[in-house]
């Protein structure tokens, strides 16, 4: 099982980033896959999740309206679209597999989360 995060990078505020998740070892289309991210000193936050059949979909508030997150099974990858970046942006995003349904509710990881390797976006003021 594996999850490959990518498209991360140094960005002035008011641009935009495409982070991509790709997955490998298992049927993507059983799992909700969230975005997380965590930025220096503080917690991780849930940004967006999308479920297997991409019917339910959760972002944070602080994302709503910037970010889109899209999935495309066939390619067994997952799309974080992120537009009007700003420095409180800044952060390693991580993205996460997940079988069940909290996490696109609530934008929390379970104990059943798996867990990719995180991208670096960098967000200049």
């Known amino acids: 099982v594996q999850l490959q995060a990518s498209g991360g990078g140094l960005v002035q505020t008011g641009g935009s980033l495409r982070l991509s998740c790709a997955a490998s070892g298992f049927t993507l289309d059983y799992y909700a896959i969230g975005w997380f991210r965590q930025a220096p000193g503080k917690e991780r936050e849930g940004v967006s999740c999308?479920?297997?059949?991409?019917?339910?979909?959760y972002y944070a508030d602080s994302t709503k309206g910037r970010f889109t997150i899209s999935r495309n099974n066939a390619e067994k990858t997952v799309y974080l679209q992120m537009n009007s970046l700003n420095p409180e942006d800044t952060a390693v995003y991580y993205c996460?597999?997940?079988?069940?349904?909290?996490?696109?509710?609530?934008?929390?990881?379970?104990?059943?989360?798996?867990w990719g390797q995180g991208t670096l976006v960098t967000v200049s003021s």
């Open positions: 996460a597999a997940d079988p069940g349904f909290t996490m696109c509710l609530t934008g929390t990881a379970s104990v059943d989360t798996w």
């Open positions: 999308i479920s297997g059949g991409g019917t339910d979909i």
